[in-house]
Every structure is written in structure tokens, then in C-alpha cells.
């Protein structure tokens, strides 16, 4: 926020990709402002910067012993009533443990029962969110996966998103 008033004066043009998790009860993101803060936050930089300029990212989908896909769909829901209006888009991924071994080692030490997203359970869970997405009308895409769940409306997102970067910095020199 603190540095918005220094593009603006500069014609920068830019989005921001804003990830907004809710991990609070299980303890899994230590150190991030408590989730309304964080809400307040993102509010606060679409007002600035206008709506689609700040894209929520829920990342990663993590399953654990507490927390079930209907739990996360639970936790999408709640943070998304809050966002609507506020944003354009939200990008998703499924927790792939397996290739981050300082994840897996730090929930391990940290005693995190997690488990492996399975095909089945990506399915479903992306039909799910289709549904529930049909009150908002975000634009859903993932963040590096595989799976093919285009026919949920789910599309495959870009890291450094070039179609965002036109549409709001075309401009810039």
C-alpha cells in the first residue's frame, strides 16, 4: 500500500496478485495478518487501484487431517462473499507435498497429518467450486496443474499473467 502513490505518480501501470488464505484455525501461515486484515488489505488496494487490478490467489488447497475439501469450499466460500465486487478473478493450485521437500519436512516437523490430492478429489472439488462460483462470477484458473478441469470453466493461469499485464500497463513506456 505504501508504495501504490509511486506508480500512480508514475503512470506504472500494474495488478497485483494478492494471496488470501485461510489457514488461521490450523496454524498453518504463521506470521500473516489475521484473515479480516487481510481482507480489509485487498479491499483497499482494489479501491485504490480498481476492480480486476488485484487478483485473489487461494494457494495451495492443502489437505490435512482438519481441513477437507468441503472445508476449504467452506473457507473459499466465506472469503469470497467478502470479495465480491472486489475482484475479477480467483486463482487456485492443490497442494503437491511431494515436490516441495522443505513443505513436506516442515509439516512433518511440525506434525501436520497431510495427505496427496487425488484426481478424483481435484474433480470434484473444481465442479464444486464452479457451482458455488456461480454467485460470484469470478474467473477461476489454476497455478501450474495438470488436470484438466476446463469443462468447470476452470481455466490454466499464468504465473506472470500477459493478458493482465496488457490490458492494465499497455501503455507504459
Known amino acids: 500500500l505504501q508504495h501504490i502513490d509511486y506508480l500512480k505518480e508514475r503512470n506504472i501501470g500494474c495488478y497485483i496478485q494478492f494471496t488470501l488464505n485461510d489457514y488461521e484455525a490450523e496454524g498453518l501461515e504463521r506470521g500473516v495478518p489475521p484473515l479480516a ?4 488489505t485487498f479491499r483497499r488496494l482494489v479501491d485504490i487501484l480498481g476492480k480486476g487490478r488485484v487478483v485473489w490467489r487461494f494457494d495451495p488447497l492443502i489437505l490435512t487431517d482438519r481441513i ?23 486463482v487456485f493450485s492443490f497442494a503437491d507435498i511431494a515436490l516441495y521437500k522443505k513443505v513436506k519436512a516442515n509439516l512433518e516437523r511440525n506434525r501436520v497429518n497431510y495427505s496427496e490430492w487425488t484426481v478424483e478429489q481435484m474433480d470434484q472439488f473444481a465442479r464444486q467450486l464452479s457451482e458455488l462460483n456461480k454467485r460470484w462470477g469470478y474467473q477461476l484458473a489454476t497455478c501450474g496443474e495438470k488436470i484438466d478441469i476446463e469443462q468447470y470453466g476452470i481455466r490454466h493461469n499464468r504465473c506472470v499473467d500477459d493478458d493482465l499485464m496488457i490490458r492494465f500497463a499497455h501503455h507504459d513506456k
Open 37 to 40: 486484515r487481510r481482507i480489509d
Open 68 to 90: 477437507t475439501p468441503e472445508t476449504l469450499l467452506q473457507k473459499i466460500e466465506h472469503i469470497g462473499n467478502q470479495l465480491n465486487g472486489y475482484t475479477e478473478k480467483l
